[in-house]
């Protein structure tokens, strides 16, 4: 919502909570086929994507979200050359899989086509790598997509979605996960947004737990700071068909370029468990 003072304000009303932001003016806004979408000129974050009343980013940090969701599963897989991202309209998850050489096939699947056109116009910098040859765009349902794969098209599929509500509450489940797990090569890796640590506790837990049931080997959450998503602290978990989920190429992730925040050793403490989660809350 936006106040008389110019304030967008999403309101965490379970836990008691906001996140603010100044605007100085709205930009753009429809409702597609799907969702409503606005863009919005902020004073201190640039600019800010809200859909159906959440913000999905801002200029200024969503580099964060976007290196964690990435890099960790490419460099928790041996040679990741085809990729499938789920969701992730804003392009920001495909520039970062780009930045890998050894990728050949990068497939974004986004239901909403607006989101990508919008950020395209809005949010340039997310969207420069649409035009690498390797990088495949699809507007479809991206569980379909995952449930027609032919039994191991992927290395890793990274699930960039929005809250679990509605459409998306599908990527959440269990038997999306078990697609997944067909749609992956024996070495194959899988990395999802998974909520708040602090007030999605029992999300996270059921993400680990679906994702076992679907026969993947081993499922740990990431941590990392996210200051204008709910609680300012953001989780994704990250699963393999085999092997140990905190085992990555160490050496190789200490050679990485362009990034802004991931790193080797931001790769390995974001695996670190609070004790409260360790504890089940």
């Known amino acids: 919502m936006i106040d008389a ?22 930009l753009h806004a429809e409702t597609s086929a799907y969702q409503r979408l606005e863009v919005y000129e902020t004073d201190g974050f640039g600019n800010l994507l809200v859909l159906d009343g959440c ?3 801002t200029s200024r940090d969503n580099f964060i979200y976007h290196e964690m969701m990435v890099h960790p ?10 990729v499938l991202i789920i969701g992730g309209g804003d392009c920001g998850c495909l520039r970062e899989v780009l930045r890998h050489d050894s990728v050949e096939h990068a497939e974004q699947v986004d239901i909403d086509e607006r989101v990508t ?21 699809h507007f479809e349902d991206g569980v379909r997509r995952v449930e027609e794969a032919a039994a191991g098209s992927y290395d890793v599929i990274i699930i960039d979605s929005t809250d679990p509500v509605g459409q998306a509450a599908r990527l959440f489940s269990a038997p999306f996960y078990r697609a997944c797990y067909q749609a992956l090569g024996d070495e194959g890796v899988l990395v999802a ?26 499922a740990a959450p990431l941590l990392f700071p996210q200051c204008t998503y709910p609680s300012g602290w953001w989780s994704a978990t990250l699963a393999r068909r085999a092997g140990a989920a905190r085992e990555f190429r160490e050496a190789d992730a200490q050679t ?26």
């Open 5 to 26: 003072e110019n304030w967008f304000t999403e309101v965490e009303e379970k836990n008691g909570a906001a996140m603010s932001l100044r605007l100085r003016r709205r």
């Open 55 to 57: 913000i999905m980013l």
């Open 73 to 82: 599963a490419l460099f928790s897989h041996p040679r990741p050359r085809r």
């Open 117 to 137: 056109r919008l950020s395209e116009q809005f949010f340039p910098e997310l969207c420069e790598s649409n035009s690498d040859p390797r990088a495949h765009l």
């Open 193 to 218: 947004q998974s909520e708040s640590p602090l007030y999605h506790q029992q999300l996270m837990a059921s993400m680990v737990g679906n994702l076992n049931a679907a026969g993947f080997a081993a």
């Open 256 to 281: 990485i370029r362009g990034t802004r925040y991931y790193n080797a050793d931001i790769h390995r403490a974001a695996f670190a468990t609070p004790q409260f989660l360790r504890a089940g809350g």
